[in-house]
């Protein structure tokens, strides 16, 4: 969690960002200004980002884009950056890639999504290991939340395996085949394992309430959300299409969220710990996260 | 000093930026990502700020500036505020007033200024009490230096009003007029004052040593300027158009500075203390920045 504030930044936290690491991806969420810094503290860098995801461009959720463009240019990082984002933010896109002047050495791939009339939910990437999936949510301007599911697959059953005598190459083989002659006999990959979930992590926010929150959030092992507000400011929250850590907590309750993170949190609180309260009244494991925090996505269950 | 980073912000340094308080004004100098934060640190409101200056649009110079028009909006301040910059820059002060999606509700007063051709210096403003004035640096790209020089006025000598029985308003209208009739004698304000020479802040950055440099430093009473490198890289200060510590020392000595502050250093190096003892040994006093630490403008000589 390299930032956990909202529009306006304090002592105790910079604008917002966040960073996944997930396989050999690095995934880095709405880098608001000093995002660069921040990485500097949590020991990240710029080479460690293969792909950036915007939610909407509020300040506090693009803004330190511009300097980590040119941060990976001056490091000269020799992989493609891929930047997903809302298409109908294309103007300032494009003023943050070419903020001021340096000389260019990115390899950044835009790709803008959505446009008229597009309601998603869109894939944005896949590949055999995972995909993302950008959902829209409900805010002021247009902002689309994000999920990054790994492949459903199946856990191979070393006891089944070792009755027939397989292992090494020939597992790999019944692998990537899923069937398999063993002593004159076909072996499907499903006698021998068991199917095994993907783990999924949700990012939701800036955004009331709302059907695409909801389905970002179904069955997710680690989600992300914001919590600007505290119940007592319940009003603020509806009227500048925010959440409270209540409502967060119910969504992660009733989605079947594993970990719940609360982050984004309005300049007027200081500690996190009422938000960690007010959320954990009605889920289970909830962190209320402060700058710098890492949180583990939850061990697969079985 | 809100940053003493150049291009590369660590752990230590926040990208460059500065602050000076000077009677009413609040000029802001160059802001790097994340001065609105450092601004947070050190307890600085958006209110205070009355004038920003770019020396150019390098990104460790400039990218600060998107936040903060936002936060001027966003605080409501009601005074206009200047932004003066090298009209060559237009395009990316333009990209930074509106990087991204705010309610603009700021007064930003953009003064771009030079151009094709036109070498300074440059009055940027001038009132009763104080001008602003640009020369031209030498860098990689077009930069600009600044200096603010008080006005010079008349300090009264007590023992002679006294002599002639003036006090309170009377003072006053003489101050104003520069004659005053007493007992019948005009008395002209020579007769009872004598010259106070206006103090003088400069800010050199980023540059190799070359005449703007040295016409901005002239006779200041504080100059703040950059010292990206220590001279065992003096190879790389000049190749890079960027000084050494004891460059800017030596620059401090030969334009008669009183106080000169180092800032601006490159990653590759820790505490500031090694500058400051380059410096020293051309030059008495000198500060080498760290962060959030506050200099002060040296009292009048008498």
């Given at each position: 969690m390299l930032g956990t504030a909202s529009q306006v930044p304090t002592q105790r936290r910079n604008h917002n960002a966040l960073f996944l690491r997930w396989d050999a991806l690095g995934v880095l969420f709405d880098?608001?200004?000093?995002t660069q810094r921040q990485m500097a503290f949590a020991g990240?860098?710029?080479?460690?980002?293969t792909h950036i995801c915007i939610t909407h461009f509020h300040g506090d959720h693009c803004l330190g884009l511009a300097s980590l463009v040119q941060r990976i240019s001056l490091d000269r990082v020799a992989h493609p950056v891929e930047i997903h984002y809302p298409a109908s933010g294309q103007v300032y896109f494009e003023r943050l890639r070419n903020a001021s002047i340096f000389h260019d050495l990115a390899d950044i791939v835009p790709r803008p999504f959505g446009g008229e009339g597009v309601t998603g939910p869109l894939e944005l990437f896949a590949t055999e290991e995972a995909r993302l999936v950008a959902y829209p949510l409900d805010h002021r301007v247009e902002c689309w939340g994000y999920r990054l599911e790994e492949r459903d697959a199946r856990r191979m059953l070393p006891e089944r395996l070792a009755a027939l005598g397989l292992r090494g190459p020939r597992v790999g083989e019944l692998q990537r085949a899923g069937v398999l002659e063993v002593d004159g006999r076909q072996i499907r990959i499903e006698e021998v394992s068991e199917p095994r979930r993907g783990q999924r992590v949700a990012v939701v926010m800036d955004t009331r309430p709302c059907d695409g929150a909801r389905a970002l959030a179904?069955?997710?092992?680690l989600l992300v959300c914001e919590s600007t507000f505290l119940s007592s400011e319940a009003e603020d929250a509806h009227a500048y299409f925010h959440m409270t850590a209540r409502q967060a907590g119910e969504l992660a309750r009733d989605a079947g969220v594993r970990r719940l993170v609360l982050t984004h949190f309005s300049?007027?609180?200081?500690?996190?710990q009422p938000f960690a309260d007010e959320a954990r009244a009605v889920h289970a494991d909830v962190v209320a996260a402060d700058d710098l925090v890492t949180v583990a996505v939850p061990k697969r269950h079985d």
């Open positions: 880098p608001g200004e000093g990240l860098a710029a080479s460690q980002i179904d069955g997710a092992d300049q007027r609180y200081g500690a996190s």
